[in-house]
C-alpha cells in the first residue's frame, strides 16, 4: 500500500490462515504486518504501530482504515513468468554458445514496446525505469576482431533484453553497449519488485552465461552496471514522421535511472530512494544505503539529498520470500 509515488511508504503485511470450511471451501485467514518489519509499541500511553525500516510510527487508526479500505476486494498478485533466476541463466547456457557462434535465428524486427506505448494516452505515467550498461566493451573492441566484437555486443543485448518480459517489463532503448528498460503499472508497488528481480536476473546472464563462455574462449569479459529508479514520467511523441516518429518516456525518473547505474559499483545494481521505499520487505533487507565513490549532486523536490542504495554483496545467492501480497 502506497501514499504517492515519490514520497510515499508502503505496509507489508503477511496472511496467516486461521480456518478452513470444508463443507464451503472458504479459507478464513488474517492479515498481520510482517512481524521482520513492524512491532506494536507504547507511546505517550497510545498504541502504535513502529516501521523499524523507515522509522515511521503509524497511528492505530491508520492501520484500521488501511485494513477497511481491503474489504472485499480482491488479492492481486503479478507473477514473474520465470520461478528461478539460477535455472532460467542455466537454461540459457547453450542458447548463449550459439548466438556467440553465429547460429542466431533469422531477426523478426518486432517491437513490443513500441504498440504498448501506443496504446497509452500522452501524460503522466508510473514507471520503475531500469539502466544497465555493458562495463570491459572496449577492451572487447579492441582485442577482438570487429565482426566477433558485435557477435558478443549482440548476444549480450539479447539475453538481457530477452529477460525484460519475463518480468512484465519492456526495453525503451538500447544505448549502444546497454539498454534501458520500464515496467509500467497498473501496479506501481509490484513493479518496484519485479524491476530489481529483472535486474538480478540480467546481471546473473552476464556472470554465469555469457562470462564463462566468453572465457572458454579466452575472450575477455564483460561486465555491468545497473541503475533503478521509479516514479511518474510523461509519455510523449518525439521526432518528425517524414524521418522518424515515435512514442517514447522522458522525466525525471528516465535521468536519474541513468545517472544511477553511471555511480553504481562495478557488477552492482543500485536504486533510488522512490525504487528501495517501495520494495517488498524480503527485498530490502537485501539492499543497504550506498555512497557512490563520484560526485551525486542529485536531491529530492524538497531539496533533500537523494539517497542512493544498493543490493549487498553476494546478491546472487539471495532468495526473498515467494509471498508478497498486495491489494
Not at 51 to 79: N, Q, S
Not at 118 to 143: E, M
Not at 181 to 186: N, Q, S
Request: with cysteine.
Amino acid at each position: 500500500m502506497s501514499k504517492g509515488r515519490d514520497t510515499g511508504f508502503r505496509i507489508d503485511f503477511i496472511i496467516k490462515p486461521i480456518a478452513f470450511d470444508e463443507k464451503e471451501h472458504i479459507v478464513r485467514f488474517e492479515v498481520v504486518p510482517d512481524p521482520r518489519r513492524y512491532e506494536w509499541q507504547q507511546v505517550e500511553g497510545k498504541k502504535r504501530l513502529y516501521d523499524k525500516l523507515d522509522k515511521l510510527l503509524f497511528p492505530e487508526d491508520v492501520l484500521e482504515r488501511c485494513m477497511e479500505a481491503m474489504k472485499d476486494k480482491p488479492l492481486t498478485f503479478e507473477k514473474q513468468e520465470i520461478d528461478d533466476a539460477k535455472s532460467y541463466v542455466g537454461s540459457r547456457r547453450s542458447r548463449v554458445e550459439n548466438l556467440l557462434e553465429g547460429k542466431a535465428d533469422p531477426p523478426t524486427f518486432s517491437d513490443p514496446s513500441d504498440e504498448f506505448l501506443r496504446s497509452l494516452n500522452n501524460g503522466q505515467h508510473d514507471f520503475v525505469i531500469l539502466s544497465l550498461d555493458l562495463c570491459g566493451s572496449t577492451k572487447l573492441a579492441t582485442t577482438l576482431s570487429s565482426t566477433t566484437y558485435v557477435r558478443v555486443i549482440e548476444t549480450a543485448l539479447f539475453e538481457i533484453s530477452a529477460a525484460a518480459p519475463l518480468f512484465h517489463g519492456h526495453v525503451l532503448k538500447y544505448t549502444g553497449d546497454g539498454i534501458i528498460a520500464y515496467f509500467p503499472a497498473p501496479s506501481f508497488i509490484r513493479k518496484n519488485d519485479l524491476g530489481l528481480d529483472a535486474a538480478m536476473t540480467m546481471s546473473r546472464l552476464i556472470y554465469e552465461a555469457i562470462n564463462p563462455a566468453l572465457a572458454a574462449r579466452g575472450w575477455p569479459i564483460l561486465g555491468a552496471r545497473i541503475g533503478l529508479d521509479s516514479g511518474s514520467a510523461d509519455v510523449v511523441e518525439i521526432g518528425s514522421p517524414s524521418t522518424k516518429q515515435q512514442k517514447d518516456i522522458i522525466g525525471r525518473i528516465v535521468s536519474l535511472a541513468c545517472k544511477i547505474q553511471a555511480v553504481a559499483p562495478d557488477g552492482g545494481i543500485a536504486m533510488g530512494a522512490t525504487t528501495y521505499r517501495h520494495l517488498y520487505t524480503s527485498w530490502r533487507l537485501g539492499c543497504e544505503e550506498y555512497t557512490p565513490s563520484k560526485p551525486w549532486p542529485y536531491t529530492t523536490p524538497d531539496g533533500d539529498a537523494y539517497k542512493l542504495y544498493v543490493v549487498t554483496a553476494g546478491w546472487q545467492d539471495y532468495n526473498p520470500d515467494t509471498v508478497r501480497t498486495e491489494r
